[in-house]
């Protein structure tokens, strides 16, 4: 997994540990014997809860990583797996601070989505993909204005993905 210089390390982290389905999905959970009742992802009950599932295959996964594509002019955006959406920002033509943002903006999102994930377990409160989407948008606007060290970065400019 490369390197992102510019997300926290907890965010890093998390990609690390769902890429190896060590974090606390109930499909994980059941393979160290803990049975959970509830199995079924929250946002759809139509897939089990699992990192594959909540990343790659959920309706609302999909709904947010479109926006994600469209706002990061992302071609061709297929994954199948969540490793591919490690791999994505090296896929095409693209320069290499706009790579190294949009693998942030990748590991922002899975952190984000499995915030939300846990929200509507634990808390019950569901979230939509625009406010998710929105809070993706906001939540990186941040991290990599402060950490990335690219001077003045606009939040119009964030929106529109001009990181120059
Ligand atoms: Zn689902």
């Known amino acids: 997994m490369d390197k992102c210089n510019w997300v926290p390390k907890k965010c890093s982290l998390f990609a690390w540990r769902a890429e190896m389905n060590r974090v606390p999905t109930v499909e ?3 393979k160290r014997g803990v049975v959970i009742i509830d199995d079924m992802c929250n946002f759809c009950n139509e897939g089990l809860d699992s ?4 990343f790659t295959a959920c309706p609302l996964a999909l709904g ?3 926006k994600v594509s469209f706002w990061c002019r ?3 955006f297929f994954v ?3 490793r591919d959406l490690l791999e994505i920002h090296n896929v095409g033509s693209k320069g290499k601070s706009e790579r190294e ?3 942030g903006i990748i590991l922002t999102t899975c952190w984000v989505l499995w915030k939300a994930r846990n929200k509507l377990r634990f808390n019950r409160i569901r979230s939509n993909v625009d406010e998710i989407f929105r809070e993706i948008r906001v939540v990186s ?6 950490r990335a060290r690219k001077g003045v970065l606009d939040w ?3 929106c529109k993905f001009v990181i120059m």
Do not use: M, R, T
């Open 141 to 146: 606007f941040f991290w990599f204005k402060h």
């Open 80 to 82: 199948f797996s969540f």
């Open 101 to 103: 943002a949009i693998y």
């Open 64 to 66: 947010v990583w479109e």
């Open 156 to 158: 119009k400019d964030w």
């Open 51 to 54: 990192v594959s599932h909540i």
């Open 28 to 30: 994980a959970l059941g």
């Open 74 to 76: 992302i071609q061709n």
